[in-house]
Structure formats: structure tokens, C-alpha cells
T-cell receptor, first 115, second 114 residues
């Protein structure tokens, strides 16, 4: 079964600094991978996704992630943090043994951005 | 999110009472899902539906049932609410993860069982 591990329940950065949120997955075959963002008292919003093709994917709000099969990783980055990036971020995976229709989520990483 | 609404947004109920949460979509998507969100656990799948009257269990389905009699509505019922079911419940819809690459989420229902 697929699973994802997000390292660090909280990550703190200063405004303008690099954002790096880590996600590692386990899957016997190349999965589909997703990053979602959740602002307070809201649902989750898709940031970006990897299904097939180019391994570096760009999403909304300047975020990007790179699928690295050899490292089983899909880390989320943004070159320069903004105060509005403060939110909780979830990595998710779907795979062939669920027909790709069910997403399994990580436990989330809360990003704190200080002035 | 536009196209998917959950009701109620907040509910407080007593232990042992049945509770039904509603998810309504206007997107005519095939797949619908119920997740619960708890600190330290992320989102965990309760049940999902792949068509009218077609449902299946997720990883935390005990104590929950679902029904989908119309494409647009997916109901989640707590048979006899317990304090461990205090959580935020999210509905999601998808036309097919392979095709569209993900879910669209509702705004959530915060349920407190006292």
C-alpha cells in the first residue's frame, strides 16, 4: 500500500528565505504525487501534482516540487517565502493498487513565516 | 469551494445520537470521498463512492456509514456518535485522479461530540 512521510510537523522560516518541505513516499510502482495547502478554517487546495512526464513540476504561488524516483521523494520548495505562505501543507500519493482514485495523505507540515 | 458544499459547517451533538453530514456537488463528478482530519494524523479516508449506490470503505470506516442515491449528494452518517468521532470532516470530489490529477475539497464540517 502507498504511504507518505512528511518530515517535520512544523517548519519556521523568515520572510524571503527558501522554503523546503519534505515528503517521502513508499510505493512499489511510480505513483501520482500531490501537494495541497490548507489555510485556517478552510478546505485543502491543490498546489501542484506529478502524474507522468517532467519530474520538476510547478504549481501555484511560486511553489515547485521535483519527483526523484531514486530517493522516493517529492519535496516542495519556494525560493522566497512570503507571509501569506503561512499555512499547513499536505503531501499525498495515489497508486495503481487503488486504481489511482484514492489519495493517501501525510500528517502535514505547518509552515510558519516570520517577518 | 465553488461546486461543492458541506452542511452543516458546525455541529455539537451528544454521545450516542446519530448524526448525518451532507456533501453536495454541482460538478457531476463521479467520485466522492469523506475524510476526517485530526491533529497528528493528517486526513484519513472514511468512505468513498465511485457512482450512485456504489461505495466502499476507507481506512477508518468503523462507526460510519454512507449513502449516495444521487450523483450530487453523498451522506455520511455516524450511527451512534462517540467522543472519538470529534473531528473535522471533509468531503472531496473527483472526476478521476488520473484525468484531473486530484480532488476538490469542501470547506469542512467541524463536529464536536460531548
Amino acid at each position: 500500500a502507498q504511504s507518505v512521510t512528511q518530515l517535520g510537523s512544523h517548519v519556521s522560516v523568515s520572510e524571503g528565505a527558501l522554503v523546503l518541505l519534505r515528503c517521502n513516499y513508499s510505493s512499489s510502482v511510480p505513483p501520482y504525487l500531490f501537494w495541497y495547502v490548507q489555510y485556517p478554517n478552510q478546505g485543502l487546495q491543490l498546489l501542484l501534482k506529478y502524474t507522468t512526464g517532467a519530474t520538476l513540476v510547478k504549481g501555484i504561488n511560486g511553489f515547485e516540487a521535483e519527483f526523484k524516483k531514486s530517493e522516493t521523494s517529492f519535496h516542495l520548495t519556494k525560493p522566497s517565502a512570503h507571509m501569506s505562505d503561512a499555512a499547513e501543507y499536505f503531501c499525498a500519493v495515489s497508486g495503481v493498487n487503488t486504481g489511482f482514485q484514492k489519495l493517501v495523505f501525510g500528517t502535514g507540515t505547518r509552515l510558519l513565516v516570520s517577518p | 469551494d465553488a461546486g461543492i458544499t458541506q452542511s452543516p459547517r458546525h455541529k455539537v451533538t451528544e454521545t450516542g445520537t446519530p448524526v448525518t453530514l451532507r456533501c453536495h456537488q454541482t460538478e457531476n463528478h463521479r467520485y466522492m470521498y469523506w475524510y476526517r482530519q485530526d491533529p497528528g494524523h493528517g486526513l484519513r479516508l472514511i468512505h468513498y463512492s465511485y457512482g450512485v449506490k456504489d461505495t466502499d470503505k476507507g481506512e477508518v470506516s468503523d462507526g460510519y456509514s454512507v449513502s449516495r442515491s444521487k450523483t450530487e449528494d453523498f451522506l455520511l452518517t455516524l450511527e451512534s456518535a462517540t467522543s472519538s468521532q470529534t473531528s473535522v470532516y471533509f468531503c472531496a470530489i473527483s472526476e478521476g485522479v488520473q484525468d484531473t490529477g486530484g480532488y476538490t475539497f469542501g470547506s469542512g464540517t467541524r463536529l464536536t461530540v460531548v
